[in-house]
């Protein structure tokens, strides 16, 4: 019963610790994401392919 208990309170300390981690790297994720500027519009322009697999690349070529 007592190998429950530690189990049950080593587990919930790692929730816990997991918790603050996602919610670092969610915070970093978006600074970066703001740093970027990523244009989301839904405006695309010439495609074309490229490479020996045809790898098809959209409005981020220039």
């Known amino acids: 019963m007592a190998i429950m ?3 049950n309170i080593i ?3 790692c929730s816990i610790i997991s918790l603050f981690i996602s919610c670092f790297v969610a915070n970093k994720v978006v600074k970066i994401s703001k740093e970027l500027k990523i244009d989301s519009s839904t405006n695309v322009g010439k495609q074309t392919t490229v490479g020996k697999e045809n ?3 959209g409005r981020d070529m220039k």
């Open 11 to 13: 587990s919930g300390i």
């Open 5 to 7: 208990k530690w189990l």
């Open 55 to 57: 790898t098809v690349v």
